[in-house]
């Protein structure tokens, strides 16, 4: 099989000749190790007696070093971490406290750690350290900046003694580090190399044989050295390689595949090497170096500038990345440019705590000004990026934290190229993680993977469909498909439905059966169950369910206004730009769906739409629209503007007190940045804050249906399109706090009334 004889890592010199580009590591005087020797005054050689001060800030660190420790009288309990400003250090480190000139020396030699960001302040005003035995499982003292918010991507600084120094220091929060850089590209590619090997041995994510091949393909030879490269056309089955990335918001001219460039691409010319980004030739690289000889990347092997062949080829992507052997994942790189090993481009060569000198003492306390009263004891500083970058760019970090760390996470057409590959290797910001189809997650630290912990990236996602399970099983996948899809950001909105046309092929079944609804828990392959027809990203089976999707945070915009051109109907997800979810607990239908109907742009069911429409019939009432703001607490001010909707009182003919309005977008009038659901978030119970004062937007031109106990999907008339046509705006619930009314008692004594949404 295809990479069974691993041939080898990249060499330094391939790195900065073969691929093009100039070498990745810095060797600059500002990352250089500096000669061992004294520094400071030499009478002051710390030990572990005298290396801090015992009226330092520092010295409850220092429990297990064996100098005496000052412990405060008025203090309970130590605190599990030491908070101390970078202005406290450098006035520390003038008084003599020797441990706090080394952090300080080190702080202040770090270059900034990742060059795609220039305005990167490696020091920030407020420091956490960890106390001495409160993280047992680290193998360094850390330094984290949490006291900034604002920038809680950049990495632990991490300070150690190397091995052939292990008696050098007297702190013992240095401890001994055997560096090993997994920032290398060889080092990455040699981890790729061995997870392929063992899952093509032992895992069953293997893709199913099949006699599909990609219309095109990349064939790769290398002649007397340098790369060769072709598009070929009818190539017999056989293993190839994918690529997934983020195209970039300056992509060079001249790289794509055209009507025509094809021919000459097709033949013994090729694709000239120097027109291609960094990232497709490092792809090309490590396809060769991993045994492969085709690879497909969708710049090159579709005609951008036929509609017909982007129609044709991204109907197809399912097959594309499912029988594809590897997928390689470009998380960290925002662009073509910046190639696969944006890690090999990071600050990640250790530098030594200097010696630096402190400007004269300001505060008249005695301390000696001008010299850090230490001497180099082989402390080193080196950014921590290893892992815990990754781990919290998933899980932890705030949207922009995300997209400079990992940007090929917030790109719509990405998410299902993750999604349908049978094995992923993650080129992330400071290491490679493998993933595949099997659930297996490892990443090169050997944090992740089996036996140890085990993070759950698409795990059942990624693994469910190759099982058996029950409609309903299969219908929340898709739902959490949605949410997770909508999570995410396109370059060209009408691509909505398109970017998720893959993987919702997967969904397709295989053969003809009878649909099965939400209450179906018969377990059955999942390819075989059916969920009816695809209308606009809702499957029918699951109707009138489907159409109880609500905006997960704040409001989206509407992308047929937006693109200028039909996206989706207005009861579909796919009309708005923002992040969706639905809430399907305890979930009791009351509407009825009469006619749904879609009408498709082309040949693919899960393509593009020209127009759709829905009739249905439920209980209808009027609502009138409010707004007001209100001060975020703990938020410096930060204020947001809060939707409400509010009803007539069936039984006292008064309109009822205004519950929360979930937008599906801004409607108009409104400006400022729109919380759905917030005051219910921070509200104080006790007190019943609220927003108190409301602006009414509308009255008689919303409408409310009634299509579960506790879901109202609120519509707008559509003016020109005569009676009874409406257009959805929002949804209202009634389990956000379980403190708001029963929103069926509205409904009491209304008609029911046929209506339609576009």
């Known amino acids: 099989v295809a990479a069974s004889q691993y041939p080898g890592c990249f060499t330094d010199e391939e790195v900065g000749h ?69 202005e406290y250090l450098r006035y520390a480190a003038g008084r003599g406290c020797w441990f706090c000139s080394v952090v300080y020396g080190g702080i202040v030699a770090a270059p900034p750690w990742d060059p795609l960001r220039a305005e990167t302040v490696p020091v920030h005003p407020l420091f956490q350290m960890p106390r001495d035995g409160q993280a047992s499982d680290t193998l360094d003292f850390a330094i984290s900046p949490f006291g900034d918010t604002d920038h809680t991507q950049e990495p632990d600084l991490v300070f150690y003694v190397d091995k052939d120094q292990a008696t050098a220091s007297p702190c013992k929060l240095f401890l001994v580090r055997d560096q090993l850089d997994r920032t290398e590209p060889r080092q990455q590619l040699a981890f790729t190399a061995q997870k392929l090997q063992h899952c093509l041995k032992n895992h069953s ?13 990349l064939h790769i030879q290398v002649v007397d050295g340098k790369y060769v490269l072709n598009i070929s056309t009818g190539v017999s089955p056989q293993p190839y390689i994918t690529l997934s990335h983020c195209w970039g918001k300056s992509f060079p001219s001249g790289v794509t595949t055209t009507s ?65 052997h590897l997928l390689l994942s470009a998380d960290a790189s925002p662009d073509s440019q910046t190639g696969m090993f944006r890690a090999a481009n990071l600050s990640s060569k250790p530098w030594r705590a200097l010696p630096l000198t402190s400007p004269p003492n300001q505060d008249g ?172 990203g809702i499957w029918s089976s699951s109707l009138p369910v489907g159409l109880c999707w609500q905006a997960a945070n704040t409001p989206g915009r509407r992308l047929s206004a937006l693109a200028s051109r039909y996206v989706a109907p207005s009861w579909s997800w796919a009309s708005v730009s923002g992040n969706v979810n639905w809430d399907t607990n305890n979930f009791q239908t009351r509407g009825e769906i009469l006619d749904i109907r879609c009408d498709l742009a082309g040949q693919d069911e899960t393509g593009s739409l020209r127009g759709g429409e829905v009739t249905l019939r439920a209980k209808m009432i009027p609502l009138r629209l409010y707004h007001g703001d209100l001060e975020v607490p ?88 005569g009676p009874g046509v409406f257009e959805r705006t929002g949804s209202l619930q009634r389990d956000w706090n379980g403190e708001m009314p029963d929103l069926s008692t509205w409904f009491e004594g209304a008609e029911s009334q046929t209506v339609r949404v576009v």
């Open 634 to 721: 703990g938020a410096n001010g930060l204020r947001y503007t809060y939707l409400y909707m509010e009803a007539r009182d069936p039984s006292t003919g008064q309109w009822a007190p205004p519950v929360m309005y979930l937008a599906d977008c801004a409607p108009p009038g409104v400006e400022g940045q729109i919380h759905a659901g917030a005051d219910m978030l921070w509200g104080d119970k006790k007190t019943g804050e609220r927003v108190h004062e409301l602006t009414p937007l509308s009255e008689g031109e919303y409408f409310g249906l009634q299509l579960a106990v506790s879901y109202v999907m609120v519509v707008r008339t559509v003016a020109g399109d």
């Open 18 to 86: 073969l691929l093009g580009r100039p070498s990745t590591r810095s060797d600059e005087a500002v990352n250089n190790d500096v000669q061992d020797g004294s520094h400071g005054d030499p009478g002051r050689t710390p030990t572990p007696e005298n290396h801090f001060l015992p009226d330092c800030h520092c010295s409850t660190l220092h429990s297990q070093c064996g100098g005496t420790v000052h412990v405060d009288a008025e203090q309970d309990a130590k605190p599990p971490v030491i908070n101390m400003t970078i």
């Open 365 to 536: 306390d005695g301390a000696t000004p001008g010299n850090l009263l230490w001497a180099d004891h082989g402390v080193k500083a080196i950014f921590g990026t290893i892992h815990s970058i990754l781990r919290a760019a998933i899980a932890f970090q705030p949207r922009e934290t995300l997209l400079h760390l990992r940007p090929l996470t917030a790109r719509a057409w990405c998410f299902q190229e993750q999604r349908l590959a049978r094995r992923v290797i993650h080129m992330c910001m400071s290491e490679a993680m493998w993933s595949c189809a099997d659930g297996i997650v490892e990443c090169q630290c050997g944090k992740c993977g089996p036996g140890r912990h085990e993070y759950p990236y698409f795990a059942w996602q990624r693994s469910l469909p190759d099982k058996e399970c029950s409609g309903k099983d299969k219908h929340t996948l898709w739902m959490n498909t949605i949410y997770n899809y909508t999570e995410r950001d396109l370059s060209h909105w009408t691509d909505r439905l398109p970017a998720l046309s893959g993987l919702a092929h997967q969904f397709l079944p295989v053969s003809e059966s009878n649909e099965s609804g939400l209450d179906d828990e018969v377990k059955r392959p999942f390819r075989e169950i059916n969920l009816g027809t695809y209308l606009a």
């Open 205 to 217: 994510c293997v893709p199913q044989t099949s006699s599909f091949m990609p219309t095109r393909l």
């Open 260 to 324: 025509e460039n094809l021919e000459t691409r097709m033949s013994s010319l090729g694709i000239p090497w120097h027109v291609l980004p960094t990232t497709f030739r490092d792809a090309v690289a490590m396809t060769e170096r991993l045994g492969f000889r085709y690879l497909w990347i969708d710049a090159l092997c579709i005609l951008q500038d036929s509609a017909a062949d982007w129609m044709a080829e991204s109907s197809r992507m399912h097959d594309v990345y499912s029988y594809g």
